[in-house]
């Protein structure tokens, strides 16, 4: 921790209340530096990148990287190529591509759909301990019509599973999903729910199935609001997203009609880029210490002493104390006297990267003991 030393004339006390600097860059794809926020995106095609390589998270990747971040992206699976190339502007940059995202997928299984809930339980991907989660799921079951009204229980249940498989620390976003262009050649066939009748007696014209489809979105996405609201009140490490505000325009930011093309996943990456950066950045509370006063002189000038973090192991009841201090619990148990300790970055304030620390010395401590 730094301590500033200012004289008696200087009267008053000094506050340290610096922002959270940006950590270090990756320093190559897949490679993270010690200390890197890992990043979970969890969710169906879209988060996949149906026809489109790397969908937003290449994006997010980049723009958080670029930002000065250091990002490790974590998930069940990998593969895609990790290179993208811009073909209007001949931007060219690279990206980590691990990912839990599968084409098809709905919020939990049901007849000719395998469910995103399961698919965790069976991979055990949250075992990874992300520190982001971000979670857009509900699209293929907005495309069925599928038990709309419930969707909300399902929804509840997935994301109470993934809170109660990662860090209390960690941060899971739950975001609603993109507006849909039914009457495209491409997916035309895939809404045939919504182009007749329940008793099958009654055929809609494209405009009327049309219709129907933005209002079962716009019921979906408000159902995902009231559950993330619910849930929120007894999690506090748990957010809305909206990614439906940055989709404005069907017919140009989508490919297909359902998956949107780099114009839209770029735009959805930005909005990410720009959550992910606001919680990284102001998301802990900061640690505010108070300079000690001397009376040995009447000079203003003012003198900078640095004392590095006490040696000293870590255990589970550390992680646990900061990961309180971070959700803004008033009994963490970190104090103006012994903030220091848990400092690790040596920037002043207590945030998730001190977190991510803490977590590496006791797995270090635990791996020094075995």
Same mark, same amino acid.
């Given at each position: 921790?730094?301590?500033? &030393? &200012?004289?008696?004339?200087?009267?008053?006390?000094?506050?340290?209340?610096?922002?959270?600097?940006?950590?270090?860059?990756?320093?190559?794809?897949?490679?993270?530096?010690?200390?890197?926020?890992?990043?979970?995106?969890? /969710?169906?095609?879209?988060?996949?990148?149906?026809?489109?390589? +790397?969908?937003?998270?290449?994006?997010l990747y980049h723009g958080l990287t670029e930002a000065g971040y250091s990002?490790?992206?974590?998930?069940?699976?990998? /593969?895609?190529?990790?290179?993208?190339? #811009?073909?209007?502007?001949?931007?060219?940059?690279?990206?980590?591509?691990?990912?839990?995202?599968?084409?098809?997928?709905? *919020?939990?299984?049901?007849?000719?759909?395998? /469910?995103?809930?399961?698919? =965790?339980?069976?991979? +055990?991907?949250?075992?990874?301990?992300?520190? &982001?989660?971000?979670?857009? %799921? +509900?699209?293929?079951?907005?495309?069925?019509?599928?038990?709309?009204?419930?969707?909300?229980?399902?929804?509840?249940?997935?994301?109470?599973? &993934?809170?109660?498989?990662? !860090?209390?620390?960690?941060? =899971?976003?739950?975001?609603? %999903? !993109?507006?849909? #262009? !039914?009457?495209?050649?491409?997916?035309?066939?895939?809404?045939?729910?919504?182009?007749?009748?329940?008793?099958?007696?009654?055929?809609?014209?494209?405009?009327?199935?049309?219709?129907?489809?933005?209002?079962?979105?716009?019921?979906?996405?408000? %159902?995902?609001?009231?559950?993330?609201?619910?849930?929120?009140?007894?999690?506090?490490?748990?957010?809305?997203?909206?990614?439906?505000?940055? *989709?404005?325009?069907?017919?140009?930011?989508?490919?297909?009609?359902?998956?949107?093309?780099?114009?839209?996943?770029?735009?959805?990456?930005?909005?990410?880029?720009?959550?992910?950066?606001?919680? =990284?950045?102001?998301?802990?509370?900061?640690?505010?210490?108070?300079?000690?006063?001397?009376?040995?002189?009447?000079?203003?000038?003012?003198?900078?002493?640095?004392?590095?973090?006490?040696?000293?192991?870590? +255990?589970?009841?550390?992680?646990?104390?900061?990961?309180?201090?971070?959700?803004?619990?008033?009994?963490?148990? %970190?104090?103006?006297?012994?903030?220091?300790?848990?400092?690790?970055?040596?920037?002043?304030?207590?945030? *998730?990267?001190?977190?991510?620390?803490?977590?590496?010395?006791? /797995?270090?401590?635990?791996?020094?003991?075995?």
């Amino acid at each position: 921790m730094k301590e500033k &030393i &200012i004289s008696a004339a200087a009267a008053a006390a000094v506050a340290l209340t610096q922002s959270v600097p940006a950590p270090a860059a990756v320093s190559a794809v897949g490679q993270a530096e010690s200390g890197a926020v890992k990043v979970m995106c969890i /969710g169906d095609s879209i988060t996949d990148g149906y026809g489109v390589n +790397g969908s937003y998270r290449k994006f997010l990747y980049h723009g958080l990287t670029e930002a000065g971040y250091s990002i490790d992206m974590v998930g069940s699976k990998t /593969g895609w190529s990790t290179e993208y190339t #811009d073909e209007t502007t001949g931007e060219s940059f690279s990206y980590d591509d691990d990912n839990t995202g599968y084409s098809g997928y709905a *919020i939990q299984s049901y007849s000719g759909r395998n /469910g995103i809930y399961e698919t =965790l339980q069976e991979t +055990g991907c949250l075992s990874a301990a992300p520190d &982001i989660v971000i979670v857009q %799921i +509900g699209t293929n079951d907005v495309i069925d019509c599928h038990e709309i009204d419930t969707s909300g229980e399902r929804l509840s249940a997935l994301i109470t599973y &993934i809170l109660g498989n990662i !860090p209390e620390g960690s941060a =899971l976003f739950v975001t609603t %999903i !993109p507006d849909l #262009d !039914p009457n495209r050649p491409d997916v035309y066939d895939w809404f045939s729910n919504y182009r007749h009748s329940a008793d099958w007696q009654t055929q809609y014209s494209d405009d009327v199935a049309e219709a129907n489809v933005h209002a079962t979105v716009d019921k979906y996405n408000s %159902i995902v609001r009231s559950t993330v609201a619910q849930l929120s009140q007894s999690h506090a490490n748990l957010y809305f997203g909206d990614v439906h505000s940055v *989709i404005t325009d069907v017919e140009t930011q989508l490919g297909d009609g359902v998956h949107p093309n780099n114009t839209g996943y770029k735009l959805m990456g930005e909005y990410w880029t720009g959550v992910i950066s606001e919680y =990284l950045s102001g998301g802990g509370s900061t640690v505010t210490t108070t300079s000690a006063q001397t009376t040995t002189s009447v000079t203003t000038t003012v003198t900078e002493t640095v004392t590095t973090v006490p040696a000293r192991s870590y +255990g589970s009841k550390d992680i646990r104390a900061v990961q309180d201090y971070v959700l803004g619990k008033q009994d963490s148990g %970190i104090t103006t006297q012994n903030c220091g300790d848990y400092d690790l970055d040596g920037n002043d304030s207590i945030d *998730i990267f001190d977190l991510i620390l803490v977590r590496q010395r006791v /797995g270090e401590s635990m791996n020094e003991q075995g």
